[in-house]
């Protein structure tokens, strides 16, 4: 046997026998891809430049060790605008203005309360600028956007709060929160438990799906429906009619 593999059942094991004592408080709503087994495969679209590759590589490679799931860097099929790609998830990077978001994570969800595809965005004009123009700061932002488009909510939002050891939780010094911990394996495992009779998960695309939305802009993002430990609205969400949402988690420059 791999030891990738044992490593994941082992995994699963952990995290269904503790199920009844773990305290899975940070699952993004109910939502999940759905899938028909485990662990199911998703593809990450790289649009990102090069001084980005490594932190989504690592941030692919990290959350790859779930048990639920397996995540690959592939050729993007979204355009210029990182639109959205139905069965997958688009990851991007761009200097989109002094707006006030360090990143942006956005998942829209069917009827079902299935995700269907998401989308992954890094502001590059503040990190190319200190203080966020670090690779810790990087690999902490890229982590937790791509583990929100996985399903995961924050563990945390004061960003003054001792570091949990995660990218799920908010910080003002990210050197050891780059990376998920045993926490977000074992929420993941609890999500993704049980089984779907069909998939939203798909392994080639012909189009994109991301509609005329412009996701960099806030007035698109819908209602604010939560805010962070600053007062400044971390969850968005808008309806888009017969039973689907666009679902918007922001992380704010302090």
């Known amino acids: 046997m791999k030891p990738k593999t044992l490593f994941k059942i082992l995994s699963v094991m952990l995290a269904l026998s503790f199920a009844s004592t773990v305290t899975a408080n940070h699952l993004w709503g109910s939502y999940h891809w759905a899938r028909t087994a485990n662990p199911f495969s998703l593809k990450l679209g790289d649009n990102v430049s090069f001084s980005w590759d490594a932190a989504l590589a690592t941030a692919s490679s990290d ?14 099929l979204s355009n210029k605008n990182c639109r959205a790609v139905s069965g997958r998830v688009e990851v991007c990077n761009k200097t989109y203005g002094n707006n006030g978001w360090l990143g942006l994570a956005q998942i829209w969800i069917n009827s079902a309360g299935h995700i269907t595809q ?25 982590c937790q956007e791509v583990g929100h ?5 924050h563990q945390d939002e004061d960003f003054d709060n001792p570091n949990l050891g995660t990218c799920m939780d908010y910080t003002s010094n990210p050197a050891s929160n780059q990376h998920p911990n045993a926490h977000d394996y074992e929420q993941l495992a609890l999500i993704y438990t049980h089984l779907d009779s069909s998939t939203t998960v798909r392994s080639s695309i012909s189009k994109n799906n991301g509609g005329k939305i412009n996701a960099e802009d806030s007035d698109e993002w819908g209602k ?4 962070d430990k ?6 968005y969400e808008k309806d888009l009619g017969k039973g689907q949402k666009l679902f918007t988690f922001v992380i704010w420059t302090e």
């Open 224 to 227: 604010a429906i939560r805010k």
């Open 230 to 235: 600053n007062g400044k609205p971390s969850l």
């Open 118 to 142: 998401g989308v992954a965005k890094m502001n590059d004009t503040y990190f190319n600028t200190a203080p966020y123009n670090t690779l810790a700061w990087k690999q902490f932002v890229m």
């Open 149 to 153: 488009t996985l399903g995961l909510d």
């Open 63 to 76: 959350w790859t060790q779930s048990s639920a799931l397996d995540t690959s860097v592939v050729a993007t």
